[in-house]
């Protein structure tokens, strides 16, 4: 059981697609670690996305490769400045749930679930990577249980 928190994939620049949709390495990547993370056994119950082109291709893309049974869906208040107290509050680690949306939003999120505020991050994301929160039960507090990134080192 646990809270996947996914920074969309590398989008292509305005001028591209003024959506900014994913580029072709953006969706080789989130392909790629979504691919690990099926080969891993993840489950994932259901996804929510920020609505933005880039965070709903990310979202469908790893959909593809694990098939939540709740599906794919948008959610409000995952703008990238967007408070993070709001989705802390609600969160059920028995949900397994997925969260694709953007920087700074999902670092601080992260930093406030497992250390209790958010202005130091407590784990840098990167574009198409995946980190994995968990919560033992009637404990407050949340802790890192694994991450994916495209790049390492």
Known sequence: MALYLVQHGKALAKAEDPE????PEGIGDVERIAGVARGYGVTVGRIRHS???RSRMTAE????????????DGADGLAPLDAV???????DPA?????VGHLP???RLASLLVMGFTDRPVFKLQNGGILCLDRDAGEE??????GLMPEVG
């Open 20 to 23: 900014k949709g994913l580029s």
């Open 51 to 53: 609505g933005t082109k």
């Open 61 to 72: 893309l790893v959909a593809a490769q694990l098939t939540p049974a709740g599906g794919v």
């Open 85 to 91: 107290e709001p989705w802390a509050e609600r969160l």
């Open 95 to 99: 949900d397994d749930l997925m969260v």
């Open 105 to 107: 939003f999902l670092e």
């Open 141 to 146: 507090h949340w802790y890192i249980k694994w």
